[in-house]
């Protein structure tokens, strides 16, 4: 009963910024939220998670340093701050959620998914 919807991809040049929401609904807010991205021909890959206060944090090493995640838990919204874009961060960007005590990185344990959101990053 949980739905997520991302927002704000779009076209952005090299070396840009892009903001992503996640809007979540039908339930209460999940402890966890997670970013994931999967380019054409690639498997899906971890981006990025936060937890339910916001003070734990976890990046995928080829983001680190570059993306912010963030969240909202009045608005039932999380972020992805994207900075220093490449092009190869293209992918359709998904938000994910799971209702745990811990955090994790693999995409198995997360039981709700948004429709993902395209991030085209050009050169």
């Known amino acids: 009963q949980v739905q997520l919807v991302e927002s704000g991809g779009g076209l952005v040049q090299a070396g840009g910024s892009v903001r992503l929401s996640c809007a979540a609904s039908g339930r209460t807010f999940a402890t966890f939220m997670g970013w994931f991205r999967q380019a054409p021909g690639k498997e899906r890959e971890f981006v990025a998670t936060?937890?339910?206060?916001?003070?734990?944090?976890t990046y995928a090493d080829s983001v680190k340093g570059r993306f912010t995640i963030s969240r909202d838990n009045a608005k039932n919204t999380a972020y992805l701050q994207m900075n220093s874009l490449k092009p190869e961060d293209t992918a359709v960007y998904y938000c994910a959620a799971r209702y745990s005590s811990t955090t994790s990185t693999r995409q198995a344990e997360y039981k709700y998914w948004g429709q993902g959101t395209q991030v085209t990053v050009s050169s």
């Open positions: 936060i937890g339910w206060s916001g003070q734990v944090t």
